[in-house]
Nanobody, 116 residues
């Protein structure tokens, strides 16, 4: 059974930085695509960044150049470093594991608030 636990959310001023971490249980982490999604009030959940088992990363246009996703297959963790944050980055951020059987697992979410 896969479990994902996020940490690192909070309140930050515009222009500041936060780092989110996600710890995964289960044996499929190293062969799964990991991602961070976010959902703002009244909006649909959207992909922020994803990273393959081999380390290839993909970013939403809105965060390119500001956010960096990374993973440690030995520790079963995936991080999201968020720099030069904007008020529009305010959302609940969710960690996602997409396994080779195309099953999605989600964390409980962590609130990120960027004040102007």
């Amino acid at each position: 059974q896969v479990q994902l636990v996020e940490s690192g959310g909070g309140l930050v001023q515009a222009g500041g930085s936060l780092r989110l971490s996600c710890a995964a249980s289960g044996s499929t982490f190293s062969i799964s695509v990991m991602g961070w999604y976010r959902q703002a009030p009244g909006k649909q959940r959207e992909l922020v960044a994803s990273i393959t088992s081999g380390g290839s990363a993909n970013y939403a246009d809105s965060v390119k150049g500001r956010f960096t996703i990374s993973r440690d297959n030995a520790k079963n963790t995936v991080d999201l470093q968020m720099n030069r944050m904007k008020p529009e980055d305010t959302a609940v951020y969710y960690c996602n594991l997409h396994d080779i059987w195309r099953t999605d697992y989600w964390g409980q979410g962590t609130q990120v608030t960027v004040s102007s």
